[in-house]
């Protein structure tokens, strides 16, 4: 089986906003304690009134980028966004999700941390 015999992309875009939480005063903090939960919903509910199609919205577990979050993930990209309010989340989607941009001051990078574990 090669990649080319992969079936198509079940979606065009698919988020994944960690919503994982952990105890106040935990060394690496958590996603929800950053408000996550709160713009993971909204996200849903704007993408739901832009009409949007052939995307989906997903609270995830960690991501384990937590130090840099809220941390989203988009696929098939494999883009990483921070994002900490309304206005990003928006920017995100119609930057991003809708024309297939990128919305460079708020991507994660490789180098941003933290160290990936080896294998
Ligand atoms: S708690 Fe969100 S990436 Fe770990």
Known sequence: MTPAD???LYYSS???????VRPEGH???SCAR????ELRDYMKDKAKALGLKGIRIN?????DRC??????VIYPDGVWYRYTSQAEVDEILETHVKKGERVARLMMKPEDGPTKKAD
């Open 6 to 8: 992969d079936p198509p």
């Open 67 to 72: 130090e840099l979050g809220p941390s989203m």
């Open 34 to 37: 950053k408000n996550s939960v």
């Open 27 to 29: 060394p690496r903090g």
């Open 14 to 20: 698919h988020v994944f906003c960690c919503t994982n």
């Open 59 to 63: 609270a995830s577990g960690c991501l």
